[in-house]
Structures are given as C-alpha cells and as structure tokens.
C-alpha cells in the first residue's frame, strides 16, 4: 500500500518493524516501552536521548527548550496566548487558510486582542502575502503564522521577518521535512502524526526568554515553564508515541538528515506538481510560488470523476487521496515516509486514468 494521508500519516516501514521487533521486550526489559514507567531510569533515559536526537537533527540552539506536549496543535491554538500574551496585550497572526484562521478564533475566544496582519482568505486560501507587504506592530507580543497550510496545500517560501517581536510558527505539517533555521523563531510547535510520529504527542520548540510570560490563569498542564520545569512531565506523557517518534528521529538521521529529507522531498513535490500541469485532466489551484512541498491538492477537471478516481486508486494500492472534508476535491501528501515510489506509482496510475477517462 502507498499511503498519502495528511494525518495521522504513514510511517517509515523500518520505524514499525523496529518497534514491532522490541514490542515485547523493549530494552531488555521483558515487557513493552508502554507497560514501564515514565518516571523508572530506563524511560527518562529514552526521552532525554529522543530530545538529543531532535536537537541535532534541527540544529536547536542551547538557548532554546523542546517540550513534548499533549492536546494535539490544537492544544497549542490555546497554549500560545495563554503562555505568551499577558493582559492587555496585542498579538498579530497572518490568515492563510483554515488552520491559521482556527489559531485565531481560539485566541480571540481566550479574549486575547488579535490583529490580522494579511487575510487570504480572497484568494480562497491559494496565496501566502508577499513579504515586503508585511508589516507588523513592533509592540505585539508575538507574530502567529502558520508555514504550510495542510489543507489548501499552501506554503510560505520565505520566513516573515517579525524584527525584534517574536515569530510563533505552527510547523504541523512541515517540521522535520527540511532544515529551518529555529533561530528564527520565538516559538515553534508541531502535531506529531505527520512527519514525527504517532498522534498523541505534539513537540513545542521555545526559546527561553519566552517562559515565565503566562498568563496567571493558565492550566497547568498547558505552562511552558512548568513543563520545562519538570522534563515536560507534568502528569503520565504518551509514552508510546514518545519512543515511536525516537524511532523516527533515528530513521531520519540514518537517512542522511533533513537535508537528504528535502531533497527527497523536492524531487516528490516536483514530480506530482509536473504530473498535474502537463494533463488536461488535474489541476492544482495553488499559486506557484507558493505550492505546498507536503500536501498538494488536486481537482478534475471533469467533475463526477472524483469517486471513480479513489476507488481505481485504491484498488492499485494508493490510499487516503480524498481531499479534507471541508473542502473536498482530491489531496496527495508527501511526508517524509512517503517514498518517491509512491509518488511514481501515483503519476502513473493519474495518466493511465487520464487516458480512459480524460
Ligand atoms: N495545524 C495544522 C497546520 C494542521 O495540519 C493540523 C492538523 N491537520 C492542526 C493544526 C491540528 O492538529 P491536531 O489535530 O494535532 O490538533
């Protein structure tokens, strides 16, 4: 099976054969990495070695802390106006598509003085702004934008340039797929189930001077500085999902690192584009500059087709291409665990149905 789900996501085969293989007898344990506890040697060892292995995939400055988190992306929608805006103050997030405008609503619904530095929402979400049109209020307590929108399939290429207020990123759908240089970033976050790991986790990437700005209401379980405090251990973490995204960092790393992962993925990306611009049949609505290297979303030109599409599809092993329920239409994405076989199986079978039904 080729699996192109936008999340929870396939994962690299070599990750669940590994975790297969130790699924009873983890670490010469006897027993499974979930039956152990989180707080016993053997486990806050595997997350102090997961959160090294993380720090040298990305390159994370010692000045910044990584935290493995619950509740998801969404959690965070909350945690990062809880953590970062005090009251009374003023926060900017850019509006390119249905994640970022979630960020926002959840913001405002915390009561938090929001303003929309660019709206593409006339575009139908398929523009990012161009960078010299940004402008932001140089007393904000932070900048919200969200680099690759996993459901119009639309990505920033460059990073905003926020000046001295800090830059927050939701990297949900693109962390780990290239490198980034998180020197730029107040605060980055991630679900995990794309390009990390199993749901359930979700990493926080903060630099330091960022902690101890919360809000006095906020919960516990959600506070940067407790959770970096206490190794991000507050309560029971999803251990599992934990040592599975070790698991992968160790693919990754094996595999050359992000920048073998970005070529990887540039080489997936422009395949699949190449594929829908040269037919008659696909289409991507996205501008060019700033297609999605992750998820890349497609309609037909004919309509009607779009059933017979996934269940050809399907029956030739290529699996989650339906578009997100909100929009509809069709939806490749290209996680790092998808390999470019898949996406080659994908343009071959997009001819042939193009040749019967074109
Ligand atoms: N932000 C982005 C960019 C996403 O793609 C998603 C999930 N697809 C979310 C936020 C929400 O993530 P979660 O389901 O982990 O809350």
């Known amino acids: 099976m080729f699996n192109f789900s936008a999340g929870p996501a396939a994962l690299p085969l070599e990750v669940l054969e590994r975790a297969r293989a130790e699924l009873i007898d983890w670490n010469g344990s006897g027993m499974s990495v979930m039956e152990v506890s989180h707080r016993g040697k053997a486990f806050t060892e595997l997350a102090e070695q997961t959160e090294a292995r993380l720090r040298a995939l990305l390159a994370i400055p010692g000045d910044y802390r990584v935290l493995f988190m619950q509740g998801g992306a969404t959690g965070q929608f909350a945690a990062v106006p809880l953590n970062l805006a005090a009251p009374g103050a003023r926060t900017e997030y850019l509006n390119t ?5 979630k960020a926002i609503e959840e913001a405002r619904r915390l009561g938090v003085s929001v303003r929309v530095a660019a709206d593409e929402s006339a575009s139908r979400y398929t523009t ?10 140089p007393g904000a307590a ?3 934008y969200t680099p690759n929108e996993t459901i119009g399939g639309v990505e920033f290429p460059y990073v905003p340039d926020s000046g001295t207020v800090p830059l927050v990123a939701d990297m949900s759908s693109t962390l780990l797929s290239r490198p980034i240089e998180v020197g730029r970033f107040g605060l980055i976050y991630a679900g995990a189930q794309k390009n990390i790991g199993p749901a359930g986790l979700c990493l926080v990437i903060v630099r330091e001077e960022l902690l101890g700005r919360a809000r006095a209401d906020v919960p516990a379980i959600l506070d940067y500085t407790r959770l970096a ?4 251990m507050l309560n029971t973490p999803p251990t599992f999902a934990w040592y599975v995204a070790g698991l992968v960092f160790e693919w990754i790393e094996a595999g050359g690192g992000l920048a073998a992962m970005a070529a990887r993925n540039r080489a997936k990306a ?3 584009y190449g594929a829908i611009d040269t037919s008659g049949l696909y289409r ?4 060019r500059t700033c297609r999605s290297w992750m998820n890349v979303p ?11 599409f996934l269940s ?6 290529l699996t989650h291409l339906e578009g997100h329920r909100s929009v509809g239409g069709l939806r490749a994405s290209l996680y790092n665990a998808v390999p470019l076989a898949a996406v080659e199986a994908l343009v071959g079978f997009m001819r042939e149905f193009e040749r019967r039904h074109g």
């Open 97 to 101: 598509g249905v994640w970022s405008a």
């Open 128 to 137: 990012v702004p161009s960078r010299e049109a940004l402008r932001f209020d």
């Open 142 to 144: 932070y900048v919200h």
């Open 229 to 232: 405090a206490h190794g991000s």
């Open 270 to 272: 422009d395949l699949l």
């Open 284 to 287: 991507n609505p996205v501008e």
């Open 298 to 308: 497609f309609t037909l030109e004919r309509p009607g087709l779009e059933k017979h």
């Open 312 to 317: 050809e599809a399907a029956a030739e092993g």
